[in-house]
């Protein structure tokens, strides 16, 4: 360890501090790797050795990570003073923590004898899992080898009773931190795939009921540990979230490119770890409740499907399968029998499909085309289905691109999960629309491949297309059936960007989706395989307006394909053209206003919506019968809707020109401008039937769409309507501008104006 801190007022180590002066007091070495943890182990042991006297009945006890050696370079010590009701314990139990908090050791400690110990231990499984790493650091070695042993045998004893109950406490961990596997910040300890449960499958393994620590899952604690060491050494104090800006410092003292390999490892390993902690918990409950039995006491074998068959709650080969030359789709049957069936595969045939099953022929036969189109429409079961073969590398024998895309993590903070898994779950959530469509077996593959050009250099959706269509040709499917795939791969975000970037009313807007569609076949495919992306993205990606806004977009396209007509656009409220100005309507989502004057009525209704906390959606604006129109879509920004008293009189206020609402809204607006990245404009010629579009892609910020429309307004321009498309942080802003193509040096003062607002 290279750092070293003062001591407080008080004499000892401060909340903020990292271990005060313990490569001076105790000698610590840091370093990464299991050498190094070892040696840090011995150090502390040489250490705690010179704090208590030879004493018969008294041993002092190391558990946690120095009972395992496995010593981070900022751990905790965890120590239990172990005695046989000996005089004096609490003074000597003082003589040992004191001089350990003096080193600025962090120290969870306890004082009691052995009935003690196992009387906590039986009531508590967290101190028996912790009594299974105990180990005499010095002492009374007989104490400390009955209490050892009588754990021990405790645990072995009563383990199958006691794990449900630990299933649920660590259910509820997973719940707080989440899947290691797919966090951007993952907690190396707690989440799901970490350190701790690397510690269930070492008790699940030392009650007997299955061999949990297989060598991959060896493999992958260890890289697991040497991260925390780097993640340790790079911060300079105890820590477990790997957090975004220590992860390229962490990878450099790995040996990995960078922070994204780094995210790669241990997302692969988390992902061992969850699968083989699974496997370990089937087992105890197979191992409790028992399964049903033959009349030979044997566990009951039940066919369900060609060459499987269900034993004792898990997914076997069956025997002629086994003795035969397996079939090249056989490890594809199996996985469509587990999914279908939500059983999972034992690892004994897992292990021997990867062995013995034969590469696929390229082009695949029927048989292995159907097994694939079943498995990624199984719903529920595919996902855990396909997680099994992959931790076994079947995929990567169906798919060799899988390589490429295992564990790939996404950073838009909009993705939960990474490349991999976001794909499967894309193709499980659009098993739910396969009725839907003409072609399921398309839109189930389109699912899987979607994004299969992230990673690679340029556009996904483009760059996607080529090795899509390679996949779609081994897989075996005809020539027009492989172009649909690349058609739905390069436009599977043509709809969501339309729907909530252009006006659905312009018959240019629909006119340009229509043509890129080409038929409503493929339209409906791509509407399936769009909710089932946003579905399998998490649940910032999708909205109810957005869905309104696609299924408009959809019906209107169908509209034009059908029929060959481009759908008249809406008429205006009707309320709105009658009564006295100002007219405001607030209903549901939508807010509409009349006024006298169309100029900057826009920004004026943008900004008092802001004032009230409401997101604007879409905004159009026009003027019929000599009133100025403005009808917005909009949300609430905080999840709580605006009290409508107060918004509908601030709207009749300031279209009407008080003044003091203006002046309230532009400085609420100057309070509330965002950060992020540098802003940029991007101008679109042809997007419209009678202006031109200005799109702004920025970060988003409160009160962003009023404070564009003003500069655009007190610019010359006039906006006939609005888009705004949120994405994560930042926002795609899209102003219909009327009037013809501008020449450059308006489009310059414009753009101009426009950065200078945001």
Known sequence: MTSLIKKNASGHAGDGDANLLINEVVGVPGGIGEAARRGRAAAYDGFLRGLLPARDGVALLAVGGLGRRQCAPYSDLDLVLLHSGVPGTDELAASVWYPIWDAGLRLDHSVRTVAEALSVAQDDVKVALGLLDARLVVGDQALADGLIRTAADHWRRTAVRHLPGLRE???ARWQAHGELAFLLEGDLKEAAGGLRDVGLLRAISAAGITDALRPAVRAAHLRLLDTRDALHQQVGRRVDRLVAQERDGVAVLLGLEDGDALLRRVAGDARTVSHALDDAFRAADRLRS????????????RPVARDVVEHDGELVLARTAIGARPDPSLSLRVAAASATTRLPIARATCEWLAAYCPPLPAPWPAEARAALTTLLGAG?????????????????????????????PQHNPVHRFTLDRHLVQTAHEASRHAREVER???????????????????DHSTVGVPVAEA????????????????????????????????????????????????????????????????????PAAWSDWKGRLVAELVARVRTALDTGVLPEPPAPDPALLAGPLPVVHLTGDRVSVAAADRRGLLATVAGCLALHRLEV????????????????????????????????ADLRRAVAGDVSVTQRLRGRALASRGGGAAPRVVWHREAATDAVLLELRAADAAGLLYRVACALD?????????????????????????????????????????????
Do not use: M
């Open 169 to 171: 406490v660590t259910e």
């Open 290 to 301: 028992g399964r049903s039995r033959g009349g030979n006491g044997r566990p009951a074998r």
């Open 380 to 408: 529920p079961g595919l996902v855990p289905a396909w997680e099994t073969c992959d931790r076994y590398g079947l995929v990567d024998g169906w798919l060799p691109e899988w390589t490429r895309l295992r564990s790939l």
């Open 440 to 458: 399921p077996d398309l839109l189930l593959l389109g699912a899987l491949l979607h994004d299969i050009g992230k990673g690679l250099p340029g």
């Open 471 to 538: 996949v779609a040709t081994r897989i075996g499917l005809p020539a027009p059936e492989v172009e649909l795939i690349g058609k739905l791969v390069r436009l599977h975000l043509l709809l969501p960007d339309v729907a909530t970037r252009r006006d659905l009313s312009d018959p240019v807007t629909i006119a340009s989706v229509a043509e890129a569609v080409g038929d409503t076949g493929t339209l409906e495919l791509l509407h399936a395989l769009v909710r089932a992306d946003a579905a399998a993205t998490g």
């Open 617 to 648: 959606i879409s905004a159009d604006a026009s003027a019929v019968d000599g009133r100025a129109l403005v009808e917005c879509r909009v949300q609430p920004r905080y999840g709580l809707p605006p009290d409508p008293v107060p918004l509908r």
């Open 714 to 758: 007190e610019a010359g321009a006039l906006v006939r309507a609005a888009r705004i498309s949120t994405l994560g942080a930042d926002v795609v802003d899209a102003f219909y501008l009327v009037g013809g193509w501008p020449d450059d040096a308006t489009r310059a003062r414009l753009e101009a104006a426009v950065l200078a607002a945001v």
